[in-house]
């Protein structure tokens, strides 16, 4: 089975534009979770989507949303691109359903720069 | 609140010593425990995973117990490698209604010289 897709795998952003990643996930996977990664804060969750709804979210701004289509794949979208939103952010994905916590599967990655 | 703590790093070992990485953890419910690595320029692969207590996660020679009554997820390995050089992290998943949420102990950088 092929892994978790992220696209792009790296993005060089100005301050105040926006930005969209991608993420597919592991065929029959239908839950992907959202995750940025920097040297200050550390892995910090940022939403879970699972057939097409966000069933959880962490603690970031409204600049931060995500979406889900009908094929599990994902997007995530960064508005109004801040300096501090530099960072890896990755995409994991599970066959958890409703009920049940599985375990989640790791893309490579996208690197976002915010200049 | 879920918290997961690590022993800070950076860790510097000669190839073949003995590895422990310390984890211990906070949570509300029973929560499943993890150990990610990552390798530079890579995103996380997990190692191996606990959930339930007493379990024991195993894989690549690493070792890790679920301790209830200590709340740690130690992870272990009896000689390192070089290859083992990457930054370990220790993680813990409770959710409810299948929601999935992983929360993150800081990352251990663990060095194994030749």
């Known amino acids: 089975k092929a892994g978790v897709t992220q696209t792009p795998r790296y993005l060089i952003k100005t301050r105040g534009q926006q930005v969209t990643l991608s993420c597919s996930p592991i065929?029959?996977?239908?839950?992907v979770s959202w995750y940025q990664q920097t040297p200050g804060q550390g892995l910090q969750f940022l939403f879970e989507?699972?057939?097409?709804?966000?069933?959880n979210k962490g603690n970031f701004p409204g600049r931060f949303s995500g979406r889900q289509f009908s094929n599990s794949r994902s997007e995530m979208n960064v508005s109004t691109l801040e300096l501090g939103d530099s960072a890896l952010y990755l995409c994991?994905?599970?066959?958890?359903?409703?009920?049940?916590?599985?375990?989640?599967?790791f893309g490579p990655g996208t690197r976002l720069l915010v200049l | 609140g879920n918290s997961v703590t690590q022993m800070e790093g950076p860790v510097t070992l000669s190839e073949e010593a003995f590895l422990t990485i310390n984890c211990t953890y906070t949570?509300?419910?029973?929560?499943?425990l993890f150990w990610y690595v990552q390798y530079p320029g890579e995103g996380l692969q997990l190692l191996l995973k606990?959930?339930?207590?007493?379990d024991k996660g195993s894989n690549k020679g690493f070792e890790a117990t679920y301790r209830k009554e200590t709340t740690s997820f130690h992870l272990e390995k009896g000689s390192v490698q070089v290859s083992d050089s990457a930054v370990y992290f220790c993680?813990?998943?409770?959710?409810?209604?299948?929601?999935?949420?992983?929360?993150f102990g800081q990352g251990t950088r663990l060095t194994i010289n030749p």
């Open positions: 994991a994905s599970s066959s958890a359903g409703t009920g049940r916590l599985e375990t989640q599967y």
């Open positions: 065929s029959g996977h239908r839950s």
């Open positions: 989507y699972f057939s097409e709804t966000q069933r």
């Open positions: 949570a509300t419910g029973y929560p499943s």
């Open positions: 606990a959930t339930k207590a007493d």
């Open positions: 993680a813990l998943s409770v959710g409810g209604g299948g929601a999935q949420k992983l929360v």
